[in-house]
C-alpha cells in the first residue's frame, strides 16, 4: 500500500516538472476568484465603514440620530465610545457603532411661501 502512494506521487511530481504551464493554468482561476472577491466584497466593506466613521465623527451634541434598533433621539452627551440620546423625556446610552444614520431635518418647499 505505501508503495503505490510512493510511486502516485514519485509520478504526480515528474508530471508537474515536465509541464511548467500546467501550474499556472492550476492557479489562475484562484487568483480570478480573490480579484473578483477582493473586487465585490472587501472594497465595499471598506468604504462603507469609513463613511460610518465619518458620520460618527461629525455627530454632535443636538444632532438627531437613528439606531441600527430603529430608535430615533437628539444626542444629549457623548463619552469616547457612546452617545446619551434624549428620547423625549427619557436619555439612553447607546454605542457609537449602533447609530446608523444622521437624520435630515425636512427641506422647506420653495412652493411653501407663495
Not at 27 to 52: D, E, H
Not at 69 to 79: H, K, L, S
Request: charged share 20%; net charge negative; no cysteine.
Amino acid at each position: 500500500m505505501i508503495s503505490a502512494l510512493t510511486t502516485a506521487l514519485v509520478i504526480a511530481t515528474e508530471a508537474e516538472s515536465t509541464s511548467g504551464s500546467s501550474a499556472l493554468a492550476f492557479l489562475f482561476p484562484f487568483i480570478i476568484l480573490g480579484a473578483l472577491f477582493y473586487i465585490f466584497i472587501l472594497m465595499p466593506q471598506r468604504r462603507r465603514q469609513k463613511k460610518a466613521k465619518e458620520m460618527q465623527a461629525a455627530m454632535s451634541i443636538g444632532d438627531e440620530v437613528r439606531t441600527i434598533g430603529g430608535i430615533v433621539g437628539t444626542i444629549v452627551g457623548e463619552d469616547d465610545e457612546t452617545f446619551t440620546l434624549d428620547l423625549g423625556g427619557s436619555t439612553m446610552r447607546v454605542v457609537k457603532r449602533a447609530v446608523a444614520e444622521m437624520m435630515r431635518p425636512p427641506e422647506p418647499d420653495g412652493d411653501a411661501n407663495s
